[in-house]
């Protein structure tokens, strides 16, 4: 199939990865009426419980893999860690997006730096630890800094704070003397990322700005609504994300996270290929969700310039609210409370079990102004046991 052939509705589309990324690309895909099929071992997997076909194989099984291409007209990923190889292989007989050479940078923290430099976009300063040799060299004054390793990092695992050389020697030893990067700690006023959709035809367009607040190194609350950061930000935010994008000759949905420093510079610190946490309040704050955007990005739909009709807060629902009462038995949040503020759009992943730190769903608030947003979202906070913001 050419590449840049129109795939319309009525094809099967296929998602690497069964996780709930998988499973709202699939309600996203299957709304605009298509047909889904998902790669993913785990039987329970939740996008596998609603696609209409559930391959139950690994990334890397060559027969799981055929299988895929054979009922698809085109696939994507859910999951920064599919391995780029399982990507090349499916791009050999159908459109693949993310390519793999594109998921590859991101899932190495090293390569993903000397993107950005070669981009030209700002990144905190850092050495690359290989080697006990390149531990030896590491310049003082990185220090204090973030160790963190080069691959399958994510949600705060794989890191750990350094204050001096005998800490970071230490903790390489505790990160297994793997690839690593340390990433000079600079001082935080706050977080921010930005979602792009880029097409084969090079149409690149943006979602808002998204403020975000991580605690534990999990993202907790998005703030998007004007006013959130200064235009300044916003614009050199979005500049910086396109050029990464199109660095990476990229296709589909890219996230990308920045620091924004105490002196208000912006310093890029990762980027996602593929939807993310921190968009999903496109679902219910957007004309065009961040999902709506894959789905058009590997069909070659037309990509539009999504426009935002509320003030919205997201809030990210993790196991540990099932637990917050300090029982080992679950006990489900109190929905109904949640669901009579007005503008609480409620998303569940259909996970069998919660556990602590595990993402279990996310709320939407929207509202006319950032002030009743803000309010509501407070409120609902305050009913789930969530710390206020």
């Known amino acids: 199939m050419n590449d840049k052939q129109v795939i319309l509705p009525g094809a099967t589309l296929g998602v690497l990865g069964g996780g709930q990324l998988g499973r709202m690309f699939a309600h996203s895909a299957q709304a605009m009426g298509y047909f889904t099929a998902v790669l993913d071992k785990d039987e329970t997997s939740p996008a596998g419980l ?26 994507t ?37 000397a993107h950005f430099v070669k981009c030209g976009v700002p990144c905190a300063p850092y050495a690359v630890i290989e080697t006990p040799e390149q531990l030896t060299a590491v310049n003082d004054a990185l220090l204090p800094g973030i160790l963190k390793t080069s691959r399958m990092g994510y949600d705060g695992k794989g ?80 500049t910086a994300a396109k050029s990464v994008a199109i660095g990476l000759d990229y296709v589909g949905v890219l996230c990308v996270e920045f620091f924004v420093l105490d002196n208000e510079q912006l310093v890029v610190n990762e980027i996602a290929p593929r939807p993310h946490n921190s ?54 949040p109190a929905w109904d409370q949640i669901l009579a503020l007005p503008g609480c759009h409620l998303h569940l992943y259909g996970k069998v079990d919660a556990k602590r730190a595990r993402k279990m769903g996310h709320l939407n608030i929207t509202a006319a102004t950032p002030e009743q947003v803000r309010a509501t979202a407070l409120k609902a906070a305050e009913i789930l046991g969530i710390p206020a913001f």
Not at 50 to 62: A, K, L
């Open 50 to 75: 609603v696609s209409h076909q559930h391959i139950r194989t690994g990334y890397e099984d060559p027969q799981g893999l055929a299988e895929l291409a054979s009922v698809c007209a085109a696939v």
């Open 77 to 113: 990923t859910e999951f920064e860690n599919v391995p780029a190889a399982a990507l090349n292989q499916l791009a050999a007989s159908l459109p693949v997006s993310p390519a793999g050479s594109a998921v590859a940078i991101a899932q190495d923290r090293a390569a993903e730096k």
């Open 159 to 238: 890191q750990i704070r350094v204050k001096t050389r005998a800490e970071l020697i230490a903790g390489w030893d505790e990160l297994g003397r793997v690839a690593c990067v340390l990433e000079k700690m600079l001082p935080l006023a706050h977080e921010c990322s930005v979602i792009v959709a880029r097409g084969r035809d090079g149409t690149i367009v943006n979602l808002p700005v998204q403020r975000n607040l991580h605690r534990d190194g999990i993202l907790a609350v998005t703030e998007v609504y004007e006013g959130n950061l200064p235009a300044t930000q916003v614009e050199q935010a979005i």
């Open 279 to 332: 968009g999903h309040y496109s679902q219910n704050a957007l004309d065009v969700s961040q999902f709506e955007l894959q789905v058009r990005c590997m069909t070659n739909l037309p990509l539009v310039q999504p426009r935002q009709h509320s003030a919205t807060i997201m809030l990210n629902l993790l196991g540990d609210l099932w637990f917050k009462d300090g029982g080992d038995a679950p006990v489900a």
